[in-house]
């Protein structure tokens, strides 16, 4: 079966301080990746997608940026956090396209910015 | 442009009664529908999806949703909520395009409160 792992699950970073979040999907290949945003337990912001290894897709211009260096790995990275960039990061990865088939999820980062 | 609407941002329902929770979009053709449940601090867990055939699709933990076209809705249901079905839920829809698509629009999510 397939699973998605990423860590840290809570991180607290100051101000100005360097970012890197890290997603891995076990179990499928060449996956579609996401990442996004969860604003005080609300809606998803979209911000990164990739349909294959070295290929992003930016939804919202901002402080961040996103790789994916294997097939099954998802990273989202700041090279200078902004107070704006606290929130909950959910990674997410599903099939194809236009594939009737859900997005799953993985359990997120709390990331909370000093 | 495409969207997707929840218009509650809570429904509080006691333990026992009969739940819905609503959800309307604006895609063109013939998008694939879903739910999620968010609990605290957790991933988006799938609950259900309608792709296509009978109107009433049943899903995970006895939820079921119904779907109407005319109407553009895909309102989530269950007969008898239970107090640990409280949480944050989320419809989705992927739209079909020509071209292919990889995004799936999500609402903005209905806080299901259940009382016991």
């Known amino acids: 079966s397939q699973t998605i792992h990423q860590w840290p699950a809570t991180l607290v970073q100051p101000v100005g301080s360097p970012l890197s979040l890290e997603c891995t999907v076990e179990?499928?290949?060449?996956?579609?990746l996401y990442w996004y945003r969860q604003a005080a337990g609300r809606g998803l912001q979209l911000l990164f997608y990739?349909?294959?290894?070295?290929?992003i897709s930016s939804e919202v211009p901002q402080n961040l940026s996103a790789s994916r260096p294997q097939d099954r790995q998802f990273i989202l990275s700041s090279k200078k956090l902004l107070l704006s960039d606290s929130g909950f990061y959910l990674c997410a990865w599903s099939k194809g396209a236009d594939s009737n088939q859900p997005q799953h999820f993985g359990d997120g980062t709390r990331l909370s910015i000093l | 442009a495409q969207s997707v609407a929840q218009p509650e941002d809570q429904v509080n329902v006691a333990e026992g009664n009969p739940l819905t929770v609503k959800c309307t979009y604006s895609v063109s053709g013939n998008p694939y529908l879903f739910w999620y449940v968010q609990y605290p601090n957790r991933g988006l867990q799938f609950l259900l999806k309608?792709?296509?055939?009978?109107?009433l699709v049943k899903g995970s933990y006895g939820f079921e949703a119904e779907f109407n076209k005319s109407q553009t809705s895909f309102h989530l249901k269950k007969p008898s909520a239970l107090v640990s079905d409280s949480a944050l839920y989320f419809c989705?829809?992927?739209?079909?395009?020509?071209?292919?698509?990889?995004?799936?629009?999500f609402g903005t999510g209905t806080r299901l409160k259940v009382l016991a």
């Open positions: 989705a829809v992927r739209p079909i395009t020509a071209s292919g698509t990889y995004k799936y629009i």
């Open positions: 309608y792709i296509t055939g009978d109107n």
């Open positions: 990739s349909v294959g290894i070295g290929q």
């Open positions: 179990g499928t290949s060449n996956p579609n």
